[in-house]
């Protein structure tokens, strides 16, 4: 029933290229992720935490009243919507308004609230009556911090270039590595030593820059021994504990494991075809299913996404198109419609296959399966394609179209390493996706 002799799927190596820069730019995906995420991801697993000091009374707090914080922070809280601290912040927070200061290192997943922990220590900490400028930094993302709603009143963050010796007054800097190595040392714009608290955020991101963990590095020897330091990131690699106990001295550490993704409530099937037409077609049969809810597909190239979102367009429906060759904000902005239900199909490359929690899509399809740089199944992509955390336990279908002797080899592997099972679907007659 399958023609494609060969192994390995027959992309150029551009296409090869391109498909793996989607797969692989952790910063674009981590602001793309910031940019969409509009609520917390609901983590229910346990905190570990490991104290600097074993000894001292361990606080985790359950209630923002709990925390002392100044009325007008309490009152910003509450206004942005926030009931209670998330599990991170319930210890990340009391250890980083501790007085003494103290060192914090913390790892959990993006969405679960360490931008606005650190947030709200430093705007709990910061004294509006100083006019020489305190310090903080957080790499690639200048984005409004979630509290300026309250921060308004009192201080402005200051995000972006200077005009050369004009002396900032702002409270709080927000800036990468380089740029605050800049201000420290060639402009002489900050004073480190006036520094009392110096945030690194998704750490995990700006490892991956030989750079940024040199600034880093040098930024933290130009301040006092007691500026509270912190340390945030996303993930939790030794790579980024080593650079994190480089930076960070005498810290406490906490952890919170991330929400798996499952395939539990998943139904699988795959759908033979003969080539690329064929798999339109079938994604035409499909289509009464699709509409249903909304559904997202996966393409391996950038081409092909363009093709399969226009020939869809040709045939009257109603779709986006998200690729890699989009500005970050353009991505964010389909992505943002898409959640809307704007459209009800969205046809993309790897750039998203992790990181967007659409609630309502109830199908997804790979056009083309998941494979790595080898041709071998790519299991964690898939995952990330069509799992589910806990959260959104719904049901779901998902649909892989089989266009060779080695994708059919992919679905085994897949079924294999899952050991769930991936049914025959025929398109024709769908009565299995009831
Ligand atoms: P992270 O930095 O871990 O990616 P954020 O601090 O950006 O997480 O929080 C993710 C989302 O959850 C944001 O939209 C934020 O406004 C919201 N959020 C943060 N803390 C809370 C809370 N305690 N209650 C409700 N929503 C929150």
Not at 282 to 293: R, S
Not at 316 to 335: C, D, K, N, P, W
Request: aromatic share 6%; glycine share 4%.
């Amino acid at each position: 029933e399958t023609t494609t002799p060969s192994r390995l799927p027959n992309w150029s190596q551009d296409e090869e290229n391109e498909a793996a820069g989607d797969r692989v730019n952790k910063a674009e995906q981590s602001l793309l992720n910031k940019l969409i995420r509009c609520s917390l991801v609901k983590n229910g697993n346990q905190v570990e935490v490991q104290q600097a000091d074993p000894k001292s009374p361990l606080f985790s707090a359950k209630t923002f009243e709990e925390l002392r914080l100044k009325p007008e922070l309490l009152k910003g809280v509450f206004t942005m919507g926030f009931n209670r601290p998330s599990r991170i912040q319930e210890n990340a927070l009391p250890m980083m308004l501790a007085e003494p200061r103290q060192n914090l290192i913390a790892q959990s997943q993006s969405g679960t609230g360490k931008t606005a922990a650190f947030s709200l220590a430093m705007l709990s900490h910061v004294n509006p009556e100083n006019n020489w400028t305190h310090v903080s930094k957080r790499s690639y993302t200048p984005f409004t911090l979630p509290l300026k709603t309250v921060s308004g009143v009192f201080m402005s963050a200051c995000l972006c270039s200077v005009e050369r010796g004009i002396k900032r007054q702002e409270q709080i800097v927000i800036g990468t590595p380089g740029t605050v190595l800049d201000w420290c040392t060639k402009y002489k714009l900050i004073d480190p030593k006036k520094i009392t608290m110096f945030v690194l955020d998704e750490a995990d991101v700006m490892i991956a820059r030989q750079g940024h963990r040199e600034q880093s590095i040098r930024i933290q020897r130009l301040l006092n021994k007691s500026c509270q330091m912190l340390l945030f990131s996303a993930t939790f690699e030794d790579s980024v504990m080593t650079f994190a106990e480089r930076v960070i001295s005498q810290p406490n550490i906490i952890r919170l494991k991330r929400v798996e993704e499952t395939l539990e409530t998943i139904k699988q099937f795959y759908v033979l075809c003969r080539r690329k037409e064929d798999k339109f077609i079938a994604l035409c049969d499909l289509y009464g299913c699709l509409t249903i809810a909304q559904a997202m597909i996966f393409c391996h190239t950038r081409k092909m996404a363009a093709w399969l979102a226009s020939r869809l367009i040709e045939e009257g429906h109603q779709v986006s198109l998200l690729s890699g060759e989009m500005t970050v904000e353009q991505r964010a902005a389909v992505i943002e419609r898409f959640r809307n239900g704007n459209e009800k199909v969205l046809v993309t490359t790897n750039v998203c296959s992790r990181g967007i929690d659409v609630e309502q899509v109830s199908l997804v399809v790979n056009f083309d399966l998941p494979v790595d740089m080898q041709g071998n199944a790519d299991n964690e992509t898939y995952l990330h394609r069509i799992g589910r955390t806990g959260r959104f336990g719904r049901r779901g279908f998902a649909v892989n179209m089989v266009d060779s002797d080695h994708s059919m080899d992919i679905i085994r592997q897949i079924e294999k390493h899952f050991d769930k099972k991936i049914t025959k679907l025929d398109t024709s007659n769908l009565e299995e996706m009831e």
